[in-house]
């Protein structure tokens, strides 16, 4: 190895390193505060001297987390779930069907994705209000309940789905049903994986939606619960961490059991 | 029986016609290949028949019913495709017996077919294996084995052999039509590939941009070629193709003053082109009219030798046998009228001889050569 390629491997190896430090502290520094007891919140150790649990125990008994954090799991389970179902549908309906206009929906869809939330938000919560769904799950997921990222995402996937794999099934004389359910989506489970995860990732960390629509603490979401420590006299840096660290379970949980298809699906751009 | 009637049929994609007033009837029974260059409409054809790709205008009947309003699968074609086409997650068995699954065929019988084709496909083996961890030829005997299962009206197969390589081609080639002996279902095959065609075919047809060139036997195609792109396409080496004109006498004479034979129902000065397979040539001494070649390059094929003749104006492959020896000096080359193809030079279509009429010599009048 020459000098200059093994200098460029190590500043390539540094500059990675710095990254996973940057991506990985602030997560270690959330769990171990979550375990320091309140004189040492602000210590620089690396470990808590006297690890303790009072920052949990704590948490369960100020708010309801554990139902809070069923019902952010439920909600953020279902956005996920329908934004994929109705990605694939619209996917499908894109890629495997011509007709006209078929170009312009498509744009629109993804020019839908560049409106903000802030925009939407005032004729969802009135139409939220309207239809009864103020303090309901079914509220938390139904404006969320189609994205377009997710259709970009399938969009994209179901293109590099070779055709005449789609044509056999059609000589097959499998209708469209079972085209998408018996030969697309099988195998386009990293694409969908990795989509579901980060679908599930952001309801989860869904924040101004629950706020605006969800008016009881027990009904509410886990983000709702974590804003509760932090009050104007101060946050409650110990129980928040705590909190925190709890709300990051389950999606660390669903990351360890994806991850292999989520990698997949990043690295692989299409099917072989 | 099932026979294939196609009656003006006509395929465009935005504005641009890739199949064109196409008649076409394919009888019960047939292995009719249709060939063609890259781009000819060969395959959109056979989509159409098929259903995959929508007629702008015409009708095709399969079996005496006009097909063109049903969908792919209710039209009683199984098709073969380039790239076999083969569910990636599926094993092989659940592949074959794919079609029958959506057909509702209860799971024990699919069982039963599935196993009796793989088993005369040679695939019972492999049964459980993806369509990934199989070999180029074993893949191909799955897409066969999915056609199959069904017991289809039809064959349709588009370009099957082409991604495998020389020798499991020839191979698979027999198979094809051994099993279209044994099944006698109608078969309609794609291909690029003149040798495949002439070797397979009970009827060929010849496409080029999107109109059907001829229709016929192989040796129809290869003897008669009705038109100067059929003749140009059918025959390794290509057939020599050199311009000409019909002269005041009525006899023909090729670029470079060569008069050749024949008696031709065309007016004089209509300028024609001269079809010569380069197995019709012979070689003979440099003429004292006419034009005098000389060997530009020899090819060893092993079976033959194809001489590369050039003179001032021409230049044509000659094939030889493979003991001949090529001449070092000038030479001249001659054709029996019979082996002659004309093509009309405006219209490039067919130009039948007259009968030769009793004492003619008009193809005699070119130089006599020792």
Redesign the interface.
């Given at each position: 190895m020459t000098t200059r390629s093994r200098a460029t491997t190590v500043a390539t190896h540094g500059a990675m390193i710095l990254l996973v430090l940057t991506a990985v502290v602030p997560v270690y520094w959330m769990i171990v505060t979550a375990f320091r007891p309140e004189i040492e919140i602000f210590s620089l150790r690396l470990l808590p001297q006297q690890p303790t649990l009072e920052n949990f125990a704590f948490v369960l008994t100020a708010i309801p987390m554990l139902k809070m954090l069923g019902n952010t799991f439920v909600m953020a389970a279902a956005t996920a779930l329908a934004q994929i179902l109705t990605g694939l549908f619209a996917a499908y309906a894109l890629t495997c069907w011509r007709f006209p206009g078929g170009k312009v929906v498509q744009s629109l869809i993804a020019l839908s994705w560049l409106v903000p939330f802030q925009v939407t938000m005032i004729p969802n919560y009135v139409l939220s209000t309207k239809l009864g769904l103020l303090n309901t799950t079914t509220g938390l997921v139904l404006p969320n309940a189609a994205a377009a990222f997710a259709v970009l995402v399938l969009v994209n996937a179901m293109k590099s789905f070779p055709r005449q794999v789609i044509e056999a099934a059609r000589m097959d004389d499998a209708g469209h049903w079972r085209i998408l359910w018996e030969i697309i989506v099988p195998n386009l489970r990293p694409a969908i994986a990795s989509l579901g995860v980060l679908a599930f990732i952001s309801a989860w960390n869904e924040y101004f939606w629950p706020l605006l629509l969800i008016r009881k603490i027990e009904d509410s979401v886990v983000q709702i619960g974590l804003q509760m420590f932090m009050t104007q006299e101060g946050n409650q840096w110990g129980p928040l961490m705590a909190a925190a660290t709890l709300a990051s379970l389950p999606v660390f949980g669903l990351y360890l059991v994806l991850h292999r298809q989520v990698i997949d699906s990043f690295m692989k751009s299409g099917l072989k | 029986m099932t026979e294939i009637a196609i009656s003006q049929l006509r395929k465009e994609f935005a504005g641009t016609a890739a199949v064109e007033a196409v008649d076409l009837s394919i009888r019960s029974g047939e292995f009719l290949v249709i060939l063609g260059p890259s781009g000819c409409g060969k395959s959109t054809l056979l989509r159409l028949i098929?259903?995959?790709e929508d007629a702008t205008g015409g009708r095709i009947q399969i079996g005496g019913t006009v097909v063109n309003d049903l969908?792919?699968?209710?039209r009683g074609?199984?098709?073969v495709?380039?790239?076999y086409?083969?569910?990636?997650?599926m094993s092989v068995a659940a592949n074959i017996g794919?079609?029958l699954k959506?057909?509702g065929v209860r799971r024990a019988e699919r069982q039963g077919r599935v196993e009796d084709v793989a088993r005369l496909l040679e695939l019972d083996h492999l049964l459980d294996r993806k369509p990934?961890q199989l070999s180029g030829g074993q893949r191909q005997r799955v897409a066969m084995g999915?056609a199959m299962v069904?017991n289809p009206q039809v064959f349709l197969f588009d370009e099957p052999l082409s991604n495998l390589d020389a020798k499991l081609r020839a191979s698979m080639r027999v198979e094809i039509k051994r099993l279209h002996r044994r099944l006698g279902t109608t078969s309609v095959f794609v291909t690029h590939d003149q040798l495949e065609a002439m070797t397979m075919a009970d009827r060929m047809v010849l496409m080029n941009k999107g109109r059907i060139e001829q229709v016929g036997t192989p040796q129809d195609l290869f003897r008669r070629p009705a038109s100067v792109f059929v003749a140009g396409f059918i025959g390794t080496p290509a057939m020599n193709l050199v311009p000409g004109r019909i002269v005041s006498d009525g006899t023909l004479v090729a670029d470079g003053g060569w008069r050749l034979g024949g008696r031709w129902p065309l007016n004089p000065h209509t300028p024609v082109t001269v079809g010569m397979r380069p197995g019709a040539l012979r070689l003979t001494a440099a003429p004292a009219d006419g034009p005098v070649f000389r060997a530009d390059l020899c090819e060893d094929l092993g079976s033959e030798l194809h001489l590369h003749a050039t003179s001032a104006e021409l230049d044509l492959v000659v094939a030889l046998p493979v003991d001949a020896r090529p001449p070092s000096g000038p030479f001249g080359l001659t054709v029996e009228p019979e082996d002659l193809h004309l093509f009309h030079g405006e219209t490039g279509q067919r130009v039948d001889p007259l009968p030769a009429l009793q004492g003619d010599t008009a193809w005699q009048m070119q130089p006599s050569f020792t």
């Open positions: - | 098929a259903g995959l969908e792919p699968g209710r074609c199984a098709m495709f380039q790239n086409s083969l569910y990636p997650h794919y079609a959506v057909a990934g999915r069904r």
